[in-house]
């Protein structure tokens, strides 16, 4: 099998395209590993819902909701739902 001159330009901007995804998807994970997450234990308070402290822990840019995803991965949470009293971890302000 041979390829037209046309068929090998198109090869070769997908093989450019495929590296240049990867390059960008590694860029993105490194700038993402910023050390380990400094955290620290917030006892519930009555009426707190994990919106509330998520949106008290949220850096200027970040959104709200990938917060609480990640109070909820953090604290191994099945649900939402906090009692008072109960200790969480939450990123530590700085």
Do not use: K
Request: aromatic share 4%.
């Amino acid at each position: 099998m041979r390829l037209t001159a046309r068929g090998r330009r198109v090869g070769g901007l997908i093989a450019l395209l495929v590296v240049g995804v990867f390059l960008l998807a590694g860029r993105a994970a490194a700038a993402d590993d910023s050390g380990p997450l400094q955290v620290e234990l917030y006892t519930v308070a009555s009426g707190d819902t994990l919106w509330q402290i998520a949106s008290r822990v949220t850096t200027p840019g970040e959104d709200v909701r990938d917060v609480v995803l990640r109070l909820e991965e953090l604290n191994r949470m099945s649900s939402v739902d906090l009692r008072a009293g109960e200790q969480i971890l939450i990123p530590a302000l700085s």
